[in-house]
C-alpha cells in the first residue's frame, strides 16, 4: 500500500505560481506512474498531469506549457509546478499513483483570483 500526503495548496492571484508536493509513505522508485488529477465545482475529477516510472510526462491539453510534474525518487515524492495560473485552475487537486492498484490523496485545495 501506499498513502499519499499532498501539500502546497493555497490562493495565488492569476497569473501567479504555486507548486504542490506529494509525498509517498513509501520508495516510488517502482511506482509505475504517479500524477495529478482536479476536480472543480461541479464538474468530473480530469487529469492534469502524469509522469512514469521512466520519467515520460503526459499533460492535460488545458495546462501544456504552465504546469510541469517533476519526481524525486530519493525523496519519495511528487511535484507539481504550476505557472501562470488561470481562474479556471481553481480545483481541489488530487495526488495519484499507480503501484499495482490505484491510491489517491486526501486532496489540496488550488484557488486562483481573477
Known amino acids: 500500500q501506499v498513502q499519499l500526503v499532498e501539500s502546497g495548496g493555497g490562493l495565488v492571484q492569476a497569473g501567479g505560481s504555486l507548486r504542490l508536493s506529494c509525498a509517498a509513505s513509501?520508495?516510488?522508485?517502482?511506482?509505475?506512474?504517479m500524477g495529478w488529477h482536479r476536480q472543480a465545482p461541479g464538474k468530473q475529477r480530469e487529469l492534469v498531469a502524469l509522469?512514469?516510472?521512466?520519467?515520460?510526462?503526459n499533460y492535460a491539453d488545458s495546462v501544456k506549457g504552465r504546469f510541469t510534474i517533476s519526481r524525486d525518487n530519493a525523496k519519495n515524492t511528487v511535484y507539481l509546478q504550476m505557472n501562470s495560473r488561470k481562474p479556471e485552475d481553481t480545483a481541489v487537486y488530487y495526488c495519484?499513483?499507480?503501484?499495482?492498484?490505484?491510491?489517491w490523496g486526501q486532496g489540496t485545495q488550488g484557488t486562483v483570483s481573477s
Open positions: 495519484y499513483a499507480n503501484g499495482g492498484s490505484n491510491y
Open positions: 513509501r520508495s516510488i522508485f517502482r511506482i509505475n506512474a
Open positions: 509522469i512514469t516510472r521512466g520519467g515520460s510526462t
